[in-house]
């Protein structure tokens, strides 16, 4: 009550200003009249007693502010008056606003986009129940796995799955899910969407309710169920369904099936994995109806389920690996199917499950970007200190020329604080436009990271929409800017004693030059953080460089890559390889195309295999695993890769024909067998679906890079696309082209449809394929460049600033000295020496610091070391230049001062 | 500290104390808190004025202009229930403070 009284009381105060200073005054001469009278009584003269009251009460005014200073209301009008007087300044000066409002933004805008990226791919947790308690499970390690892993996540195979599921007592409840691309048909247009195969209790395990309708439950996910019901996501159903609520109980056509959709996700849950979104989701089950080839439900070699469990209520993950450790050996064997190699089954059995926590779910994007985000946070970090020493400055300069009215107001009775506290109310106009300017800047730069990060055939799908955590990180980051570059300033202006302040002329007292000292510091700072950002951009720009001249080994552009589905025309398995070469014969003979060849594996997809191989006569312990790919005839040539010895595939390699391989030289060297292996013989383990097998090797190419650009040459063994004993209805083909893209694949689609209208073709660009394998050292590139501009910029700024003001300073100085003889180019000179000692000295303090933050990227170079010398020089070079460059338009009006105005003045 | 201020400290609760008695304007309290701890204690209006405000503020006495006895007008100061509860509470823990010293000096 109490509280609310002095609230009602002050707000009323404020709206009868005029009436209470009145009361107060009246209550003031009220009070000196009795006294003037009691002392009349006493027996004082007039004068005496009027007197004697006047010096009892003291200044009027002083009381009267004692008084006020009781209540609140008065500290609401101070902060609101001086709130004004800011934004009052801000607007008289409408370019100093302007450099300080897009210097701040710029600063709090990189720092909160790069923030919000890393907290919705990092620091966030799933939408779902308790994600705290989930948990990833997979396998401890993989010595000796073999088989065929799905996803970019740890995986388990379904009998696996199956036996977790049934059998485990560790969790206390457990899902399974794997990504995939499903073809809706909507009219007669077949589209690919991003589908996600779920157990039966994925979504009550999640706590994820229903939108509409309803969602699967384990009677959904049993075996033989077929091609029952899906689920859709929102999105999904907002813009493919147009959000008719209607849709649910309505069919589907997926992957030729027509099927009943059951229900709709709650709009922002995403599934499980961060960085994608799903569209489709179907049960585990019903995977071998929705694909006609390949049925991985009873397999041990199809590696495709990520499995998570949910910690037992008070359990721990210590006592959940325990129970995991004792599961496994019953797990494993349970799980072997007759796919598994023989001669892998030891290993198989050994193998040992494990469980990591997962509240944030899983995400590739996590995993690949967490460490360059931060590294991108540090770097806008350091660009915000340089704005803010910039803005230092500034309002260093502003509060210099108002020393004389704080000394007034101090020698009349003004504390510090209550300056000090002025000072800042008075930038935080300033500060709120910048904050608020960066907010939005945040955004529309958060958008082009994520445009930026998403590559062809893999939209990423990220929820940017700020959080509390991004929006409490900018308030922070905005209050530190605060107080960074208020404080200081403020304290200067407060420091000088009045009477220094006060003496006549300019002020160019002692307390200048320690003014003077501050602001070189701060500049030197400033160069010295942007010694570091320039270098680190030279740094990455060089690894990009260098990733993309990298000799490969095959040529990469100019190359486009067909796939191509014909299981739509059901080809019996004997007749496959036949219509495949029939394919790939067309393709060869669409005009403009010079070579066409089958591939298994794409270089630099990602996607690799390997296997055990030793030479014919030894034993298996001699051998080594080289990685595998398998080629048409006429794959190197369309590759531009060299065959150093023997020959390529031909027509003669048949399924019955005795079985050839080429290999690298890397192979060769690891064979050690000589540097022509060609007419030598080797024997391959046995794969999941093959025996052991022997191969001559009939050919030798050089090195060609496999999986990544960065990888030392590997030893690949290719096999011949031709001889494959069990070939299914996919192709890739790779065409070398000169042709513009659309008329190339037009006429690809022409010939393909020639053969049959069945046939579904989809086509992806090599080059565009390695560029987006670069996406992450793409992406350093760009923003530590960008950032290293900011930064130059912005030191410009600052040294500009800092020499204009040496040489207003010295104005007097300099028309003596020119007075006295020195030219022009003389004083030039000078000026520009200074600001070269400024630089050297920032660039000197920065090394270290270069040396150790460059130390930290180290491993995301390549090509180039963290203490390349080239590097450092060239910034330092930059710097230099950058500084001289700044300097020279204060250096000009230096040179051009006429001594005889310069004397006059004071 | 002047050589007539009253005990740092005490000044509310010696005002909640004159007015318990009547209520009276600002140069009245002044007057009565030197006459009665005879002239011990004089309160100047830089510190009294900027009292009765704060305890106005904390609700512990209410405000009213009126006539005073010499027919002028005058802000009378009243003690308020809340403001007498104060009292009580203040001159308790003060004579309590008092005791204590007072053993300590006699021991």
Same mark, same amino acid.
């Given at each position: 009550m109490r509280l609310l009284s002095n609230l009602i009381y002050g707000l009323r105060s404020l709206f009868r200003k005029a009436a209470i200073e009145s009361e107060m005054d009246e209550e003031l001469r009220g009070f000196v009249d009795a006294s003037t009278a009691d002392k009349l009584h006493r027996g004082m003269t007039p004068d005496q007693a009027i007197r004697a009251a006047r010096v009892e009460m003291g200044s009027a005014n002083a009381v009267k502010h004692h008084i006020r200073s009781a209540? #609140?209301?008065?500290?609401?009008?101070?902060?609101? %008056?001086?709130?004004?007087?800011?934004?009052?300044?801000? /607007?008289?000066? !409408?370019?100093?606003?302007?450099?300080?409002? /897009?210097?701040?933004?710029?600063?709090?805008?990189?720092?909160?986009?790069?923030?919000?990226?890393?907290?919705?791919?990092?620091?966030?947790?799933?939408?779902?129940?308790?994600?705290?308690?989930?948990?990833?499970?997979?396998?401890?390690?993989?010595?000796? #796995?073999? +088989?065929?892993?799905?996803?970019?996540? !740890?995986?388990?195979?379904?009998?696996?799955?199956?036996?977790?599921?049934?059998?485990?007592?560790?969790?206390?409840?457990?899902?399974? #899910?794997?990504?995939?691309?499903?073809?809706?048909?909507?009219?007669?247009?077949?589209?690919?969407?991003?589908?996600?195969?779920?157990?039966?209790?994925?979504?009550?395990?999640?706590?994820?309710?229903?939108?509409?309708? =309803?969602?699967?439950?384990?009677?959904?996910?049993?075996?033989?169920?077929?091609?029952? +019901?899906?689920?859709?996501?929102?999105?999904? #159903?907002?813009?493919?369904?147009?959000?008719?609520?209607?849709?649910?109980?309505?069919?589907?056509?997926?992957?030729?099936?027509?099927? !009943?959709? /059951?229900?709709?996700?709650?709009?922002?849950?995403?599934?499980?994995?961060?960085?994608?979104?799903?569209?489709?989701?179907?049960?585990?089950?019903s995977q071998s109806a929705y694909w006609t080839e390949g049925n991985w439900l009873d397999s041990s070699t199809d590696w495709w389920l990520t499995v998570m469990g949910r910690l037992q209520p008070g359990g721990s993950l210590s006592m959940a690996n325990a129970g995991l450790e004792s599961l496994s050996p019953a797990a494993f064997a349970a799980s072997l199917r007759k796919d598994y190699p023989a001669e892998n089954l030891r290993d198989y059995l050994h193998f040992r499950l494990v469980a990591d926590p997962a509240p944030g779910g899983v995400s590739w994007l996590r995993d690949k970007y967490e460490s360059p985000l931060w590294m991108l946070l540090g770097l806008a970090g350091f660009v915000l200190l340089i704005a803010c020493a910039n803005l230092a400055n500034l309002m260093l300069a502003r509060g210099s020329a108002r020393v004389r009215e704080f000394a007034v107001r101090l020698s009349l009775g003004a504390t510090k604080g209550r300056l000090i506290c002025q000072l800042l109310w008075e930038s935080f106009p300033l500060l709120l436009l910048g904050a608020a300017s960066g907010l939005l800047l945040a955004g529309a730069l958060g958008k082009s990271l994520i445009a930026l990060l998403s590559t062809q055939g893999d939209s990423l799908f990220v929820d940017l929409h700020p959080d509390w955590r991004v929006l409490g990180f900018t308030a922070m980051l905005a209050t530190f800017t605060a107080l960074l570059f208020g404080l200081i300033p403020a304290f200067r202006a407060t420091r000088l004693a009045p009477s220094e302040a006060m003496k006549s002329g300019s002020p160019r007292a002692g307390g200048m030059r320690e003014s003077n000292r501050l602001r070189r510091g701060l500049v030197i700072t400033q160069v010295a953080l942007s010694l570091v950002l320039v270098t680190g951009a030279v740094l990455f720009a060089r690894t990009l460089a260098n990733l993309l001249t990298v000799d490969a080994g095959f040529r990469e552009d100019n190359i486009l890559i067909t796939s191509l589905d014909l299981s739509q025309l059901d080809i019996p398995v004997a007749r496959r390889l036949a219509v495949k070469k029939e394919i790939v014969d067309r393709l060869h003979d669409v005009p403009g195309v010079e070579a066409a060849s089958q591939v298994g594996i794409v270089p630099l997809s990602g996607s690799s295999t390997s296997n055990r191989v030793w030479a014919e006569g030894e034993d298996r312990q001699s051998g080594f695993d080289p990685n595998f790919n398998w080629t048409g005839n006429g794959y190197f040539k369309t590759l531009g890769t060299p065959i150093l010895a023997g020959r390529d595939f031909d027509q003669h390699d048949t399924p019955n024909s005795p079985m050839v391989a080429m290999v690298n030289q890397e192979f060769a060297r690891r064979l050690g067998k000589g540097a022509n292996p060609v007419g030598l013989r080797i024997r391959r383990e046995a794969a999941p679906h093959e025996p052991e097998t022997v191969f001559e090797i009939v050919g030798l190419v050089k090195n060609s890079k496999y999986r990544d650009l960065r990888e030392q040459f590997v030893p690949i063994v290719y096999l011949a696309s031709s001889q494959d004993q069990d070939p299914n209805p996919f192709e890739q083909v790779m065409l070398h082209s000169a042709l513009p893209l659309p008329i190339l694949t037009s006429r690809i689609k022409l010939a393909i449809a020639g053969k049959s209208p069945q046939i579904s073709v989809d086509f992806r660009v090599f080059k565009t394929q390695i560029r987006d394998s670069l996406l992450s050292e793409r992406l350093m590139a760009a923003l530590s460049g960008f950032l290293g501009i900011l930064a130059a910029l912005l030191t410009a700024v600052g040294l500009y600033g800092v020499i204009s003001f040496l040489v207003t300073q010295r104005t007097h100085e300099i028309g003596i000295r020119m007075a006295l003889g020195a030219g022009k180019r003389q004083v030039l000179s000078s000026i520009l020496r200074e600001t070269l000692m400024l630089t050297l000295l920032g660039i000197g303090v920065g090394l270290p610091i270069t040396f150790s933050v460059t130390r930290l990227i180290a491993s995301m170079l390549f090509g180039i070391k963290p203490s390349d010398p080239v590097a450092f020089a060239l910034a330092a070079l930059a710097l230099c230049g950058v500084g001289l460059a700044a300097a020279y338009i204060p250096a000009r009006r230096a040179a051009a001062v006429d001594p005889m105005t310069a004397l006059r003045c004071e | 500290m002047g050589q007539r201020d009253v005990v740092q400290g005490t000044l509310e609760m010696l005002i909640l104390k004159? /007015?318990?008695?009547?209520?009276?304007?600002?140069?009245?309290?002044?007057?009565?808190?030197?006459?009665?701890?005879?002239?011990?204690?004089?309160?100047?209006?830089?510190?009294?004025?900027?009292?009765?405000? %704060?305890?106005?503020?904390?609700?512990?006495?209410?405000?009213?202009?009126?006539?005073?006895?010499?027919?002028?007008?005058?802000?009378?100061?009243?003690?308020?229930? =809340?403001?007498?509860?104060?009292?009580?509470?203040?001159?308790?823990?003060?004579?309590?403070?008092?005791?204590?010293?007072? =053993?300590?000096?006699?021991?």
């Open positions: 209540a #609140w209301e008065t500290k609401v009008e101070i902060f609101w %008056r001086d709130l004004c007087y800011g934004v009052r300044m801000l /607007l008289r000066s !409408p370019g100093f606003t302007a450099v300080a409002v /897009l210097t701040l933004a710029l600063g709090i805008g990189a720092n909160t986009a790069i923030f919000q990226l890393l907290d919705a791919v990092r620091l966030r947790s799933l939408p779902v129940r308790n994600p705290g308690e989930l948990t990833l499970v997979h396998l401890a390690d993989l010595q000796g #796995w073999r +088989g065929h892993q799905d996803t970019a996540y !740890p995986a388990l195979t379904n009998p696996l799955w199956e036996f977790v599921r049934d059998h485990q007592h560790v969790f206390s409840q457990v899902l399974a #899910w794997s990504p995939t691309n499903l073809g809706i048909t909507v009219g007669d247009h077949q589209r690919l969407v991003q589908g996600l195969w779920v157990s039966g209790d994925f979504f009550n395990v999640l706590g994820v309710r229903p939108a509409l309708g =309803r969602l699967f439950t384990s009677s959904d996910d049993r075996p033989g169920c077929g091609a029952s +019901g899906v689920v859709v996501s929102y999105t999904f #159903w907002q813009s493919q369904l147009g959000g008719n609520p209607q849709a649910i109980g309505s069919t589907l056509t997926v992957g030729g099936h027509a099927v !009943p959709i /059951l229900g709709v996700t709650p709009n922002g849950f995403t599934g499980p994995e961060v960085g994608h979104s799903f569209d489709v989701a179907a049960p585990i089950c | 004159t /007015l318990a008695l009547e209520p009276i304007h600002g140069y009245g309290v002044a007057t009565r808190i030197e006459q009665v701890s005879q002239g011990v204690f004089r309160v100047n209006p830089g510190s009294l004025l900027p009292a009765l405000a %704060r305890m106005e503020r904390a609700g512990n006495v209410k405000s009213e202009w009126r006539a005073s006895e010499n027919n002028r007008r005058a802000k009378y100061y009243a003690l308020t229930a =809340r403001g007498r509860k104060a009292l009580s509470q203040e001159a308790a823990t003060w004579n309590r403070q008092v005791s204590a010293i007072a =053993r300590i000096m006699e021991a």
